[in-house]
């Protein structure tokens, strides 16, 4: 397992442990994660896995604000082993990469260069809010990660987490022109889709179009690796915890996750001959597809095989 795969993981294992103390309180949730981190090893240090930064690059940045979805809301936090806030979280990311941002919201406004519109944000952008009509002025940002959405820490009672960017008041790149063009090469069609590294690596290791893993991901989680579903299924690929035991997947490591993934549909696929098949029993199970000869008549079978479809071809 590579450096970024092990912080992934230990992230999940985190997030795991600390949902279900979501309901309590500001300052017990605040003991119950700095004691869970410890065990983890979440430091308020780099997490690149070296002492080397990482490369600055789209991609870059979105998979390190991927790494701390979870880490719970606290206002002038600094270090993910106590929580952070909206431009800790922001400072945090860009810091691990090499890039030095202000401490607060206001203050990384003027960073970088201005984008017009979101139409023309990149991954990696800072987008910036005004939430309080009692102070002018910017006062929220967050990371933009492409397809309308960002990762962010939204406030007190919540975790850094995806979510809709809505109407940024200010979008500011930082990120040098001159960044690594071909860094994640292989994911380029796949650019600021969340996990496209993922889709990518599985992709190739087992012969799977990664647009269709994004596509998966995107219809089952919304690309949400600690979503649970009213049937109990998990994590980013939405695993039944059966199905992922059998496959020796950790549905909440989203590496582990979208490997098994990759592993499944290519066995689906194999077994029954078509993408469309092996989508359909992703969805309703090997044994329905094997009983009707085809894609069940079920309506969200049918609908899932059509949406997913419809989603692949737009990552392509």
Same mark, same amino acid.
């Given at each position: 397992?590579?450096?970024?795969?092990?912080?992934?993981?230990?992230?999940?294992?985190?997030?795991?442990? /600390?949902?279900?103390?979501?309901?309590?309180?500001?300052?017990?949730?605040?003991?119950?994660?700095?004691?869970?981190?410890?065990?983890?090893?979440?430091?308020?240090?780099?997490?690149?896995?070296?002492?080397?930064?990482?490369?600055?690059?789209?991609?870059?940045?979105?998979?390190?604000?991927?790494?701390?979805?979870?880490?719970?809301?606290?206002?002038?936090?600094?270090?993910?082993?106590?929580?952070?806030?909206?431009?800790?979280?922001?400072?945090?990311?860009?810091?691990?990469?090499?890039?030095?941002?202000?401490?607060?919201?206001?203050?990384?406004?003027?960073?970088?260069?201005?984008?017009?519109?979101?139409?023309?944000?990149?991954?990696?952008?800072?987008?910036? /809010?005004? &939430?309080?009509?009692?102070?002018?002025?910017?006062?929220?940002?967050?990371?933009?990660?492409?397809? %309308?959405?960002?990762?962010?820490?939204?406030?007190?009672? @919540?975790?850094?987490?995806?979510?809709?960017?809505?109407?940024?008041?200010?979008?500011?790149?930082?990120?040098?022109?001159?960044?690594?063009?071909?860094?994640?090469?292989?994911?380029?069609?796949?650019?600021?889709?969340? &996990?496209?590294?993922? /889709?990518?690596?599985?992709?190739?290791?087992?012969?799977?179009?990664?647009?269709?893993?994004?596509?998966?991901?995107?219809?089952?989680?919304?690309?949400?690796?600690?979503?649970?579903?009213?049937?109990?299924? @998990? %994590?980013?690929?939405?695993?039944?915890?059966?199905?992922?035991?059998?496959?020796?997947?950790?549905?909440?490591?989203?590496?582990?996750?979208?490997?098994?993934?990759?592993?499944?549909?290519?066995?689906?696929?194999?077994? /029954?001959?078509?993408?469309?098949?092996?989508?359909?029993?992703?969805?309703?199970?090997?044994?329905?597809?094997?009983? &009707?000869?085809?894609?069940?008549?079920?309506?969200?079978?049918?609908?899932?095989?059509?949406?997913?479809?419809?989603?692949? @071809?737009?990552?392509?």
């Amino acid at each position: 397992m590579d450096g970024l795969s092990q912080v992934q993981a230990r992230i999940a294992e985190i997030q795991a442990r /600390f949902q279900p103390s979501a309901a309590q309180s500001t300052s017990s949730s605040s003991g119950d994660w700095a004691s869970v981190a410890a065990q983890a090893g979440l430091t308020g240090t780099s997490t690149t896995g070296s002492s080397t930064l990482a490369t600055a690059s789209e991609n870059a940045v979105v998979s390190e604000a991927q790494k701390y979805i979870g880490v719970p809301y606290l206002w002038g936090g600094t270090d993910p082993a106590k929580g952070l806030d909206c431009s800790g979280f922001t400072k945090l990311v860009y810091g691990n990469l090499g890039i030095d941002l202000p401490r607060t919201s206001s203050q990384q406004a003027t960073s970088g260069t201005a984008v017009a519109s979101l139409a023309d944000a990149h991954p990696g952008d800072l987008v910036f /809010f005004d &939430y309080d009509s009692a102070r002018p002025g910017v006062d929220h940002v967050g990371i933009y990660v492409g397809n %309308g959405q960002m990762i962010a820490a939204p406030q007190p009672g @919540e975790s850094v987490k995806l979510q809709s960017v809505g109407n940024p008041a200010v979008i500011r790149r930082v990120l040098p022109e001159t960044a690594d063009p071909t860094a994640d090469s292989g994911s380029s069609t796949l650019a600021g889709v969340p &996990y496209a590294n993922l /889709f990518t690596s599985a992709g190739s290791k087992y012969g799977i179009d990664p647009s269709l893993l994004a596509a998966v991901a995107s219809q089952e989680s919304s690309f949400n690796s600690g979503a649970v579903s009213p049937t109990g299924a @998990e %994590g980013l690929m939405q695993f039944m915890p059966s199905t992922a035991q059998g496959l020796g997947v950790n549905p909440f490591d989203p590496a582990s996750s979208v490997d098994g993934a990759a592993r499944y549909l290519s066995s689906l696929t194999k077994q /029954f001959g078509s993408t469309d098949l092996a989508l359909a029993a992703y969805n309703a199970g090997p044994g329905a597809v094997s009983r &009707y000869g085809g894609i069940p008549p079920y309506t969200e079978t049918q609908n899932y095989v059509s949406a997913v479809t419809r989603k692949a @071809e737009a990552y392509s």
